[in-house]
């Protein structure tokens, strides 16, 4: 494997079995015909979809790393970690996975009764046409229903109107723990990144703990160029990696054709000093 810092990997990217809208094998022709090379899907809480994007990544004539993103709560927020290269049939992480997802249904139950108390009836009726896998209920369902339903314009407008702490169908929610999420990927030969660190509403202090305890904990690398950091942002994350020796990620987060703004495959390079995150999985790359 190259270790050509200008590969077009693109290691972050969510399909059906959590909360995008296209199959593990639709996402992979659009990232071949976006001129991607080395791919991984990474839906929440969720690995059923390894296997067929790898075959799909290898009917399409690109590299694969099997991947996750994993949803942890640190220091009172929930902060997203992403797991690459590791083994997908590992019985530890399965089960890690299967627990964290457990409290989806509960808790979409309690967005509908939030909700419907701000007037919008039928929530998780509407959520569920949405979904394509039963156990990952996200907000991104409801998001589609509130758009379908003519509530808000697009689902960027939901999450400033709703969803979010302190308004209509918010409700807190405890996931994994940081250690156990590094751990699910590291004991399965994987690598763990810290997605899109800008969207944490961290203070300083807290950024440096969440940093520092990832490092301690075993984690490797964090995503520097992805859909969710603004230019100014891929610097001061790049200065972040270099501060704490982190290796480096690159992945669009592509969810639908139809939301957000970064299709797959399509965004910078990584800076030229760091450490590409693949080149620590060279033998794990598919
Ligand atoms: P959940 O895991 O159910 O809490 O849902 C989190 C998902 O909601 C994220 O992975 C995104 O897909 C989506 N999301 C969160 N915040 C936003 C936002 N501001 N704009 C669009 N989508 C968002
Ligand atoms: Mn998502
Ligand atoms: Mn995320
Ligand atoms: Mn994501």
């Known amino acids: 494997m190259t270790s050509k810092k200008i590969l077009n990997a693109d290691l972050h990217c969510h399909s059906v079995v959590s909360d995008g809208t296209l199959t593990p094998e639709a996402l992979a022709e659009r990232a071949k015909t976006n001129g991607v090379e080395l791919w991984s899907l990474t839906d929440h809480d969720e690995i059923g979809g390894q296997h067929r994007a790898a075959a799909a990544a290898k009917a399409n004539g ?16 929930t902060v997203h970690i992403v797991g690459l290269g590791f083994d997908a049939d590992d019985a530890a992480m399965q089960q890690g996975l299967h627990a964290t997802r457990g409290g989806r249904g509960q808790r979409a139950m309690e967005m509908s009764a939030s909700l419907a108390q701000a007037g919008i009836e039928g929530a998780y009726e509407g959520a569920l046409k949405f979904v394509g896998n039963p156990e990952l209920i996200s907000r991104t369902h409801f998001a589609r229903f509130l758009v379908e339903s003519g509530v808000c314009k697009e689902t960027s407008e939901v999450f400033r109107k709703y969803l979010t702490e302190g308004k209509p169908g918010y409700v807190p929610h405890r996931w994994a723990s940081l250690h156990d999420a590094v751990a699910w990927i590291t004991s399965a030969k994987g690598v763990a990144v810290i997605a899109h660190p800008a969207r944490y509403k961290f203070s300083p202090t807290e950024e440096y703990a969440l940093f520092t305890e990832f490092k301690a904990h075993g984690g490797q690398a964090v995503e520097v160029i992805t859909g969710s950091h603004s230019t100014q942002e891929y610097l001061k994350y790049a200065e972040t990696a270099r501060e704490f020796g982190l290796a480096a990620s690159r992945g669009s987060d592509f969810h639908s054709p139809d939301e957000g703004h970064t299709d797959l495959g399509i965004l910078p390079f990584l800076p030229d000093d760091l450490t590409p995150v693949w080149e620590l999985l060279e033998d794990r790359i598919q």
């Open 62 to 77: 690109m590299k694969y790393l099997t991947g996750t993103e994993i949803s942890v709560t640190f220091a009172g927020e």
